[in-house]
């Protein structure tokens, strides 16, 4: 638990105790949670491996009066196999599956619904837009939260601004990544990086305009300022638009975003500055989607190193293929991906198939090629099992910056 939250905690209860004891006629509760088993095989350049793990979530969310709410959620990550496979808190040799062990307070919040404004406080999810800048990267065990500030106010007739504070990012690495948890216990000297560290402080403050005033449109506005203490290198500010379209004449369904930003590595000298851009379209008839996408992050040279576009509180996983390939060189190297993707949903399955083509986007450097495919079966009612897997296959010309990764996940889901 970062030093910020833990000073602000003992407060934050004794607000919820004082001030039910005037609300406690309105009082209603409403718990709920998540378990959830994942095994997974893993291989990196040749090297096997496997991870199984263990997610029990609990929460509950409590009304005290028509505006004032409140939401704490625990989580509990078991993880096996811990020499078969290295998860960022330790590291082995083995390949990498980010499913860290530990207990967490994964959110604490209260939140005031006034006429003006909506005002949340505390340890808190922040998911925003697709997730490529801020998200809680919820595809692995112990998500990403933050102890933050959040104001949303509604706009016009169905649009919102959101003005949110972050103190504090709760990363998938869990408390004990701390500083003087070495990656490798066996190992001297073995100082653990700042990227996988449990908690990066922050100083940071996030713009977001939405805005929903015509049919079949939706445009957003916003201005990510990230100041990141722990990591002064990934601090940015990231200004961008974000048009979406849909439309439905008759039987098909057409969906269209397009997204521009400019960012600004602010703590490096000049203060460099790159493009962010994508084009996603779709088509969809009956219950399958064919889409295509295009992502461009830039990146230039600046004295003697390279600098890309960054996303340090943002997805990386849901981005440039589920093998994660492209990580080690995520802010250094310009990328491009062009991707396809197939959809088929009829109840109870759900499939996705997705393959990418990558490339340096200030070169004619091939990074490789991935093939994704996810398959989802409601089992029952609050039941279900996942399977994904991933492919990444480097190009023999870049085999000196990345590896080839592939694994496959099988997951049984039960929400209550």
Do not use: C
């Amino acid at each position: 638990m970062s030093t910020s939250f833990r000073s602000a905690l003992p407060f934050l209860l004794m607000s919820q105790l004082v001030y039910s004891s005037y609300a406690v006629a309105a009082v209603t509760h409403d718990a709920g949670g998540k378990i959830r088993v994942r095994y997974a095989d893993l291989t990196e350049d040749e090297v096997s491996g496997k991870s199984a793990s263990l997610l029990i979530r609990g929460n509950l969310k409590t009304q005290w009066t028509e505006t004032f709410t409140s939401f704490i959620e625990l989580d509990y990550v078991e993880d096996t196999f811990e020499d078969e496979h290295s998860n960022g808190l330790d590291v082995n040799g083995k390949p990498l599956f980010l499913d860290v062990p530990g207990e967490d307070l994964n959110q604490l919040w209260f939140k005031y619904e006034g006429e003006f404004a909506e005002l949340t406080f505390g340890r808190q999810a922040i998911n925003l837009d697709d997730q490529r800048f801020v998200s809680t990267v919820s595809f692995w065990q112990n998500e990403q939260t933050f102890d933050a500030l959040r104001v949303d106010k509604p706009l016009f007739s169905a649009s919102n601004f959101m003005y949110s504070y972050v103190a504090n990012a709760n990363r998938i690495y869990g408390d004990k990544a701390d500083k003087d948890r070495p990656l490798n216990a066996d190992l001297e000297n073995n100082a653990r990086p700042g990227s996988l560290l449990g908690d990066h402080q922050h100083h940071s403050h996030l713009f977001h305009l939405e805005v929903n005033e015509w049919d079949f449109t939706q445009w957003v506005v916003y201005a990510y300022l990230i100041d990141n203490q722990d990591i002064p290198g990934a601090s940015n500010n990231t200004l961008g638009t974000r048009y979406e379209f849909t439309f439905q004449p008759g039987a098909f369904r057409y969906h269209i975003e397009a997204e521009l930003a400019r960012q600004q590595r602010t703590e490096f000298p000049a203060n460099p500055e790159n493009n962010y851009a994508k084009i996603f379209l779709s088509a969809a008839y009956s219950s399958v989607e064919l889409s295509a996408r295009y992502e461009y992050l830039g990146s230039q040279r600046h004295n003697g190193r390279q600098l890309g576009v960054v996303a340090p509180i943002g997805s990386l996983n849901e981005f440039q293929g589920w093998a994660d390939g492209l990580n080690p060189i995520h802010g250094i190297r310009g990328i491009e991906d062009s991707s396809l993707k197939l959809k088929w949903r009829h109840h109870p399955w759900k499939f996705d198939l997705r393959h990418h083509w990558f490339a340096d986007s200030e070169s004619e450097l091939n990074y490789g090629r991935e093939t994704d495919l996810d398959i989802s079966f409601d089992l029952a009612k609050h039941h279900e099992i996942h399977f994904r897997y991933a492919d990444f296959r480097v190009d023999e010309d870049a085999e000196d910056v990345l590896k080839s990764q592939k694994f496959a996940v099988i997951s049984y889901v039960f929400e209550f």
